[in-house]
């Protein structure tokens, strides 16, 4: 099997709190914060989007694997912000880390699962022989619209990946999919924001996804919750995480470790990927760690790691995903309107 | 070589001309300097623009010009060398009479910078900057200039007041020339109070936005003293030097290296030194652009710029006053024109012509016209027979 | 911008892509096809570090054109370590909190963009270092 060679997470530093957006809606800002079990979230500088935070990830990706980049030889950057419609955001990324151009690029978009569609391509390429290193990416500059609850949620963050043949920092056991057509979430070709289901993104979608995913591949790997020391599934809000993890029979310490979510926000594609960039900061060589994906549309992804003793080596090469979390700056919904274009100033 | 003569110059009307096209301010101000030389006919012409194309969209500007002076049969050449256009296109001029391959040659500068809003204008400016790896980033003009300052004040102890000095001289000279755009006195209080354009660099810091044109005639020193009845006024050194465009290939950030090889040159073939200059004309674009061309000049030491204007020092009646045309910040700043504007003050003053802001006994002056951040600049000395 | 003129410099937006000089070491940023301290021609690759110092800087608060949304905002002289100064922005710091000697490094950002329909230029810009 494969393994990750190197990892990077990149977080922008603005954050708004939920109280910031309620005062500007007229919410209850507290009802919030228990219901999606949120207390802020991060927001892009007008000069970031997915391609910018991919850079950076991949960058951290690279220090830690501490490989020539001209050795990578695709890169996919999954995503539902890529800056523009028609061209690609992994040309740019592939060209500012420096990979060869013998390199198999594309973007990906599957809702808030498109990140771990990258994970796995990488994965299949490299476990085929066809590549020597492939660069999974997982970013987003995700909108809500102005006053839906998703305003709430919605942040940016990316993650990325760097698969070997070799273990790496953590080898890569059983990898499994799930998938249904399910119109829980969408955004339209020519519109700003998406539109979603209502409650009915939970049960149907989100739940009914993860839990089949990820259930199907512990069968398939004869493995239990207790096996593992960390688990980490899709961070739509800070409740549902925990929610699908104890109905798998997941316990609150297996999976704090990778749940960014309370003070993240929902970073969609770079979700789950987060979490595991979060989770190999602290983990322990032979620990075990399961993750699964959501993407609305809907499916789920599932990878079970290994981690090595090389985690030891690499860790502190890059910054870590939670010393970006705390590096923060608050910022007024003003400001945060006019970062996210929802106000132009007139030119 | 031959010696050369400024026989005439004149001055359009400046400031924001609403009425008047480039062509119209060009010719006011060729047909006054043709006039005030006495002369019949023009040999050959320079004319210095830094951007017509981006002003007014017009380009083959010699071209024009001559036609519509009503020469449209002699050489004519557009010089651009960004703000130091105006002295480049006279020593071109200078160089052409010099070698006996012309007599009668006149020297222009115009710009026409109101037909485009703020930001066009701000734009126009920085294509004298690196547009790749300076304008590229967003830096501007007052922001090159700005940073500047901030490391003339961090280094040398140079003060925002201090700069507010320069502002409040200049303008005090410019309050006594009729020509100027702002001929009204500001306070140190008042700059400071001015709005911010690039910090420290506040709107009062800055040169305006200028129409205007500005032209001389040069012939040989033998054919001046022949023709002209009023003081004949000689160049006596020309120095012209290029440094690198981006600010930040520079060794060192507040020297003027262009300036201070332009400068010896002229100082060299003029046979004099900086104790010997009765004022100058130089380019204040900014406050902190007087302090460093000072010290280039070597009229106040490396690093001491910054107390000259508050010291008196280079006002009307110290040692050596500086720009008492009211210079580039309160005469104001066509940018392509102001090098030979700078050559009209001198040569007025060098004539005893310049009323309420005589230099007394005006015997030699120097003019000092920079491109961008001092990536080219020109030095002339003029001194009256 | 017509898209060529951005492409062409992709390499120093990028990936900061210089060339030193094999005759007396002297890097140019970017790279040139004669050296402006030796005028040697032959030069080895070389790639700016990411770390540096503010030697100088400024807020711009009257904007071109194309930046007019952005400001204001800080320009810098940064010093990279070996001694290459750039001019980049200085972001994510508060603009009253940036100073002369500051610590910064690299982050890749966007720059301008053409429009809402145009290309979208990338490049670099200076954070506060950690
Ligand atoms: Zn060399």
């Not at chain 1, 991919?54 to 001209?70: F, H, L, M, Q």
């Not at chain 2, 030389?37 to 017509?52: E, L, N």
């Not at chain 2, 003293?225 to 950030?253: F, M, N, Q, W, Y």
């Not at chain 3, 970017?30 to 503010?54: I, M, N, Q, T, W």
């Amino acid at each position: 099997m494969a393994g990750i060679v190197g990892y990077g997470a990149y977080v922008p530093r603005h954050r708004i709190k939920v109280e910031e957006i309620a005062k500007v809606w007229g919410t209850d800002a507290e009802s919030y914060k228990r219901g999606l079990m949120l207390k802020e979230k991060s927001v892009p500088a007008p000069d970031q989007d997915t391609i910018t935070m991919s850079v950076e990830a991949a960058r951290n990706a690279v220090k830690r694997a501490g490989i020539d980049p001209v050795l990578i030889e695709a890169v996919y950057v999954g995503s539902e912000s890529h800056p523009y419609a028609v061209k690609p955001s992994g040309t740019v990324v592939s060209e500012a880390v420096g990979t060869t151009r013998n390199i198999h690029c594309a973007d990906f978009e599957f809702a808030c699962k498109a990140g771990s569609e990258a994970m796995f391509i990488c994965i299949g390429l490299v476990e085929g022989g066809a590549v020597r290193y492939g660069l999974a990416i997982g970013a987003d500059t995700s909108q809500g619209a102005p006053g839906d609850a998703l305003e709430y949620s919605a942040a940016a963050g990316a993650a990325a990946f760097i698969f070997g043949k070799e273990d790496g920092v953590a080898r890569v056991l059983h990898t499994h999919t799930f998938m249904t057509d399910t119109p829980d979430f969408w955004r339209r070709e020519y519109e700003y924001y998406p539109r979603h289901g209502g409650r009915f993104t939970g049960e149907q979608a989100y739940f009914r996804h993860i839990t089949t995913a990820a259930s199907q591949m512990m069968e398939k790997a004869k493995m239990k919750p207790q096996d593992f020391t960390y688990a980490v599934f899709h961070q739509p809000n800070g409740k549902f995480p925990m929610k699908v993890g104890e109905m798998l029979g997941f316990k609150r310490e297996q999976m704090e470790a990778g749940w960014l979510s309370p003070t993240l926000g929902n970073t969609y594609s770079g979700s789950s990927p987060m979490g595991l960039t979060a989770i190999l900061d602290v983990a322990k060589p032979g620990e075990k760690i399961l993750m699964t994906s959501f993407g609305s549309g809907a499916g789920s992804d599932g990878f079970i790691f290994e981690v090595t003793k090389q985690i030891d080596k690499v860790r502190d090469v890059a910054p870590k995903t939670r010393e970006q979390l705390d590096n923060k700056t608050y910022i007024e919904y003003g400001v945060y309107a006019k970062f996210r274009g929802k106000i132009r100033k007139a030119v | 070589m031959r010696d050369v003569a400024v026989i005439g110059v004149g001055l359009s009307e400046w400031g924001e001309l609403w009425k008047r096209s480039l062509r119209e301010i060009f010719v006011d101000a060729a047909s006054a300097a043709i006039a005030d030389a006495g002369v019949d006919r023009i040999d050959s012409m320079y004319v210095g623009c830094m951007s017509g194309g981006l002003f007014v969209g017009q380009e083959h500007l010699a071209s024009l010009l001559s036609d519509y002076l009503g020469v449209a049969s002699i050489p004519a050449c557009r010089v651009e060398s960004a703000c130091a256009s105006g002295g480049v296109a006279f020593r071109q001029g200078y160089i052409e009479v010099a070698s006996g391959m012309n007599d009668v040659v006149l020297v222009g500068g115009v710009e026409k910078m109101t037909d485009v809003g703020g930001d066009g204008a701000t734009y126009a400016l920085a294509t004298a900057a690196d547009q790749e790896y300076e304008v590229y980033h967003g830096v501007t003009f007052p922001g090159l200039y700005a940073m500047m300052a901030n490391e003339h004040m961090s280094r040398f102890g140079t003060t925002r007041e201090q700069l507010a000095h320069v502002a409040v001289k200049n303008h005090r000279h410019g309050a006594m020339n009729p020509k100027a755009q702002y001929p009204f006195e500001v306070t140190v209080e008042g700059v400071l109070k001015s709005v911010l354009v690039a910090d420290p660099l506040r709107i009062l810091d800055c040169s305006p936005i200028t129409d205007g044109a500005a032209a001389a005639v040069l012939c040989p020193l033998d054919m001046a003293k022949k023709l002209s009845k009023k003081p004949i006024v000689r160049v006596v050194g020309s120095g012209h030097s290029t440094d690198s465009i981006a600010l930040h290939d520079r060794e060192d950030l507040t020297e003027l290296a262009a300036t201070k090889r332009a400068a010896e040159k002229a100082y060299k073939m003029a046979e004099v030194g900086p104790a010997e200059i009765s004022f100058a004309e130089v380019h204040d674009c900014f406050t902190i652009a007087e302090i460093c061309v000072i010290e280039a000049l070597g009229l106040v030491e490396r690093g001491k710029g910054g107390t000259a204007a508050e010291s008196g020092l280079t006002a009307l009646g110290g040692r050596i006053p500086v720009n008492t045309s009211g210079g580039l910040k309160s005469k104001g700043h066509p940018v392509g024109c102001t090098g030979i504007a700078q050559i009209v003050e001198l040569t007025e003053q060098l004539r005893g012509e310049s009323g309420k802001r005589q230099v007394k006994g005006a015997k030699r002056g120097l003019a000092q016209n920079m491109g961008g951040t001092g990536g080219s600049t020109t030095v002339h000395i003029l001194e009256v027979e | 911008m017509f898209p060529s003129r951005y492409w062409r410099e992709i390499p120093q937006r990028y990936r900061l892509e210089a060339a030193k000089c094999t005759g007396c070491g002297k890097v140019s940023f970017p790279p040139r096809s004669k050296c402006p301290k030796c005028g040697g021609v032959e030069f080895d690759e070389a790639r700016l570090p990411e770390k540096g110092v503010v030697k100088t800087f400024t807020i711009i608060r009257v904007a071109p054109s194309q930046f007019v949304e952005q400001a204001p905002y800080a320009v810098g002289i940064v010093e990279l370590e070996g001694g290459v100064k750039i001019t980049a922005q200085i972001v994510d710091c508060p603009l009253e909190d940036i100073k002369i000697g500051q610590k910064v490094r690299i982050e890749f950002r966007r720059l301008q963009e053409d429009g809402c329909s145009g290309v979208i230029c990338y490049g670099y810009k200076c954070v506060p270092a950690l």
